[in-house]
């Protein structure tokens, strides 16, 4: 039981990490990169359903990638697993935002951008779940 608490708590943290992450580069697309570079101009969003349903579902992937994070970092701490796991969530993501990209009949780069973003997005996160787990706020998974 005190193994899916932990879990619970490491996909929270996940979960909120990757929706800020979301959240603030919702904000810089829209007032930043889609003002100023006209190729990027797809970026722009308006609040609507579709923005409320991309912010869920990058909440739910964040809250996937803490409870897996969790048990990648068993105690042989191995960086290449930690890195491998963050890139393996990311490319799943921005794999994703690249194949739309080709899709379309517009430019590829929007969609360059949101594939670099959901890298940060998970490195982020995993940043934040090193930090709570070094002050013990969440336990790192342990073998039996």
Not at 8 to 15: N, S, V
Not at 90 to 119: C, D, H, K, M
Request: aromatic share 14%; charged share 10%; glycine share 8%.
């Amino acid at each position: 039981m005190a193994e899916r608490i932990e879990s619970l708590k490491a996909g929270i943290i996940g979960g909120l990490s990757v929706c800020l992450a979301f959240a603030i580069a919702s904000l810089l697309n829209t007032f930043v990169l889609a003002k100023y570079f006209q190729i990027l101009a797809s970026l722009h969003s308006d609040i609507n359903w579709h923005l409320w349903v991309s912010g869920a579902v990058a909440t739910f992937t964040g809250f996937l990638f803490g409870v897996t994070y969790r048990y990648i970092i068993r105690s042989d701490r191995n960086p290449q697993l930690k890195a491998g796991g963050v890139l393996a969530f990311g490319l799943v993501r921005g794999l994703t935002q690249i194949e739309l990209g080709w899709n379309s009949n517009g430019t590829i780069w929007p969609f360059l951008v949101l594939a670099a973003e959901s890298l940060l997005w998970f490195m982020l996160a995993a940043i934040a779940l090193d930090i709570a787990i070094q002050f013990r706020w969440v336990k790192p998974f342990s073998s039996i």
